[in-house]
């Protein structure tokens, strides 16, 4: 494929396939991604299919070597230097005719007629080994009435190459004065589009650089236990349970669960992090990251296919192959443009030859040609697609995955962003926040109360030994224990009789709290919720326990604010802990008291305001509304569910991503509508130059040559600002939340 009218037309043939429920081609990544019901249509026909509109498919499952597209490439360089090998002697030959001293020369040497041979034997090679490519698709392109590119280069060099042949052999033919040669012309639209493919098949390796990154990431090999020996198998050989060595500086292979050793990783390929995570026996390991300092010995969970680093490069791919509404409409237009420019070729041609000056056939020749070359919509079917590969691959390098390339255009245009509370702006799991002893030793309470609790299962309880066990305290034993929900709990332990829960139970047991309500009550209001310990009958602590904010939540709140985003919380918490954790974090519009069956109800509520929303969750409960949102965002550290539901993918679990990933889609959005600026405008305006609109005026008429020049110039810029895309730093703007901001609740 060379342009989007290829495109178009794949997609018309496929579509008219009983069967296909869904069909997405893509000119930068060369590939057709169809879904269709196997009952009525099969693969093979789907394959015949794309022959008969003039293509060879091939099936991705069985994918060409490795070294294809380098041959591709040096069979490309080979072509263009054999072109302008040939094609340098003919323009001087054509453009010395232009100097007296320098004509006068050639024509001592061989007359006229004698040169323009000359020029017919060094353009032949040109025309017709060079240029076979334009030929052979060309050809298949009008054969099943579907013009496009290589049609247009075809015909218009073709043009000149054969007027200059008959020119030469029977000029009597022509008119007075219109016997001339163009065989220069015709070399030279040939060597510049070659050169100008060229340049294209080079830029166009460098938009998915991502992607081989990616799978660079992937060991070759890995240290597998078997039978008490380790040996180094294949990276294909590993199977789910294999125990594995990593020392350290090696690549973890596959992904698992530490079972012996410590170390530190480099997972900046999967969060965007550089800081290494530190790793001990039942820590995940992700296969493609760097072991820093330590042995591990860890068993395998996911291989192949199933491993995190095969479905970031799925969802890379994928995102890469989906259209945006953007290129959908681009295509559609792409599929009429070259007939309609053929239509405009004809009517130049007779134009110029009825109503142009003598001798009227050359000038008609000249404008149709040029009309021809200048519309070429190479620029048009490059202007999407290598922006959204570019961009696809640079968000995942900083931890940002967009599942679907149509999120990149949407994301742009989102104006309201809605946060789920728990897992999102908070870690999702209870911590410790205080103890405060208000009879005997801070640490021995909290020994005592921490035993109690470790009879329990609730997070809480976990929450508060976990406390202790930061401390290094060593829990004693418990000798008797009972439980009363919505209460709270009894334990006997040291031979101390210990009571911990609610304020409620602290009355029950005719505990008197005095100063602890006030602390308790500030706890509260701090999304932090507060209970009570209890000694042998006497208030021995007040305890607060909190799902504490994620390092850079307000920071990316503010962030969000500063690109002119309204920003909302949406939570099943009360009222009062979804009060203190906006305020924490700078959010005024609260949807709170939401139960799971109606968040996504919400989010229908918000667009039909108006709003394009985009949704960020990590449970399980948020997947309708990830899923209602214009635009899904999900915690890539949260459940599948939600992952799999989601539009867009944090990796890292971190809310900055979302900065990047909107100032991304923003960049993107203005790279592809400059491309198409670029693109649609310039063969707009170009058009009416090449069929000679002004020289009635100036004199002046486009040359076949500057206008194979031209239209090469425009897909190498399309595709050189697509690229500038690779060098993008996310700037978070202005990150200070604006001061006496009220709070609005919904």
């Known amino acids: 494929m060379s342009c989007g009218s290829c495109v178009s037309r794949i997609e018309r043939t496929l579509t008219k396939l009983p069967g296909m429920v869904e069909v997405s081609v893509n000119l930068a990544t060369q590939k057709a991604f169809v879904r269709f019901l196997p009952g009525a249509v099969s693969l093979p026909r789907i394959q015949h299919a794309i022959r008969e509109a003039g293509y060879e498919p091939q099936d991705t499952d069985t994918p060409p070597p490795t070294d294809s597209e380098d041959r591709e490439r040096a069979e490309l360089r080979r072509r263009v230097v054999l072109a302008a090998i040939f094609t340098i002697p003919v323009v001087i030959i054509a453009m010395g005719k232009m100097i007296p001293a320098f004509d006068t020369l050639l024509t001592s040497l061989m007359p006229h007629r004698g040169w323009m041979g000359v020029e017919w034997l060094l353009a032949t090679p040109v025309q017709f080994y060079a240029g076979a490519r334009f030929y052979r698709v060309g050809f298949a392109e009008l054969r099943h009435f579907n013009p496009g590119m290589n049609s247009l280069v075809m015909i218009g060099s073709s043009a000149a190459y054969f007027y200059s042949v008959a020119a030469l052999l029977v ?348 602390r308790a009550k500030v706890f509260a209001e701090n999304a932090k919720s507060p209970l009570y310990a209890a000694v042998d009958g006497q208030l021995a602590a007040v305890i607060a326990v909190a799902d504490p904010l994620k390092e850079g939540s307000a920071e990316a709140i503010a962030a969000l604010k500063a690109q002119g985003l309204e920003v909302a919380m949406l939570t099943g918490d009360n009222r009062a802990t979804a009060d203190a954790i906006a305020r924490q974090v700078g959010i005024q519009q609260i949807l709170a008291e939401v139960l799971p069956d109606q968040k996504a109800a919400e989010i229908r509520r918000l667009q039909a305001e108006g709003k394009r929303v985009a949704f960020v969750g990590d449970g399980i409960n948020d997947a309708p509304a990830l899923a209602q949102a214009d635009v899904g965002i999900a915690i890539g550290t949260g459940t599948d569910i939600a992952i799999e539901s989601g539009d867009v993918v944090l990796m890292s679990g971190d809310l900055r991503g979302i900065v990047n990933a909107t100032a991304l889609s923003k960049r993107t959005h203005r790279t592809i509508i400059g491309n198409f600026v670029w693109a649609y405008g310039y063969n707009v305006a170009l058009i009416p130059v090449a069929a000679g609109v002004l020289y009635p005026f100036i004199g002046v008429l486009l040359s076949p040559m500057l206008a194979a020049a031209a239209m090469s110039v425009s897909s190498v810029f399309v595709l050189i600002n697509s690229l500038r895309l690779r060098r993008f730093t996310p700037d978070p703007g202005n990150a200070t939340p604006r001061p006496n901001e009220a709070v609005h609740r919904a």
């Open 171 to 518: 000029p009597g033919l022509f008119p007075v004065g219109t016997a001339v040669s163009y065989f220069e012309a015709a070399a030279v639209i040939v060597t510049l589009i070659l050169l100008g493919r060229y340049f294209e098949h080079i830029a166009k390796g460098r938009t998915s650089e991502a992607i081989k990154k990616l799978l660079q990431l992937q060991a070759k090999t890995a240290r597998v236990i078997r039978e008490d020996e380790t040996v180094e198998l294949p990276i294909d050989a590993v199977v789910t349970g294999d125990r594995i060595l990593v020392r350290p500086g090696e690549r973890v292979p596959v992904d698992g669960i530490v079972e012996e050793g410590h170390s530190y990783i480099d997972e900046s390929m999967i969060s965007g992090e550089p800081v290494p995570v530190v790793k001990k026996k039942d820590s995940e390991v992700v296969g493609g990251t760097i072991n820093k300092n330590g042995a591990l010995t860890f068993r395998a969970t996911r291989v192949g296919a199933d491993t995190v680093l095969s479905q970031i490069v799925k969802m890379v791919e994928t995102a890469q192959a989906e259209k945006p509404p953007i290129q959908q409409l681009a295509d559609k237009v792409a599929g009429v443009f070259v007939p309609v420019v053929i239509a405009i070729a004809a009517m130049t041609f007779a134009l110029w030859f009825v109503f142009g000056p003598a001798p009227s056939l050359s000038f008609a020749f000249v404008t149709t040609v040029s009309v021809l070359l200048i519309a070429c919509p190479c620029a048009m079917g490059l202007a999407t697609p290598t922006a959204i590969m570019v961009s696809t691959g640079k968000g995942a390098e900083m931890g940002v995955l967009f599942r679907k390339g149509a999120a990149l255009e949407t994301l742009a245009k989102m104006n309201t962003v809605v946060l789920d509370k728990t897992g999102t702006l908070t870690q999702g799991r209870p911590e410790l926040t205080d103890f405060e002893a208000i009879n005997g030793h801070e640490n021995e309470v909290l020994r005592l109360v921490a035993a109690v609790e470790a009879q329990s299962e609730h997070p809480i309880a976990e929450a508060i030994v976990q406390g202790a066990k930061a401390r290094g305290l060593e829990l004693p034993s418990v000798s008797r224990f009972s439980a009363e929900p919505g209460y709270g709990i009894e334990a006997e332990v040291d031979g101390h009789l210990v009571y911990v829960g609610a304020d409620r139970y602290m009355r029950r047991l005719e505990i008197e709290l005095g100063q602890a309500e006030t």
